[in-house]
Nanobody, 119 residues
Framework: QVQLVESGGGLVQAGGSLRLSCAAS????????LGWYRQAPEKQRELVAR???????TYADSVKGRFTISRDNAKSTVYLQMNSLKPEDAAVYYC?????????????WGQGTQVTVSS
């Protein structure tokens, strides 16, 4: 089992920045991909960014150039630096992890952290 605990959400003005963190614990040796999904009200959950064990990253088109995902294996932590935030970035952000590199159907989820962007 893997446990994921997110932190760093909050309220920010449009154009501002936030950094989300997700600390993993448990059977972390089995984890390949880490990443972030988000879900806005009345919308489907979508993959925002992922990073695999080889540090290959993938981003949703809507966040490319503004968000950066990184991982610190020594701390078993994944980060999401979010810059130039827009009102449409507001959502609950979920950390996710999986044994496979694609994070298409994550086996493990965090509890979510709210990001609110005021215009």
């Amino acid at each position: 089992q893997v446990q994921l605990v997110e932190s760093g959400g909050g309220l920010v003005q449009a154009g501002g920045s936030l950094r989300l963190s997700c600390a993993a614990s448990g059977s972390i040796f089995s984890i390949n991909a880490l990443g972030w999904y988000r879900q806005a009200p009345e919308k489907q959950r979508e993959l925002v960014a992922r990073i695999n064990k080889s540090r290959i990253t993938t981003y949703a088109d809507s966040v490319k150039g503004r968000f950066t995902i990184s991982r610190d294996n020594a701390k078993s932590t994944v980060y999401l630096q979010m810059n130039s935030l827009k009102p449409e970035d507001a959502a609950v952000y979920y950390c996710a992890a999986d044994k496979l590199p694609f994070l298409a159907a994550p086996a493990y989820w965090g509890q979510g952290t709210q990001v609110t962007v005021s215009s």
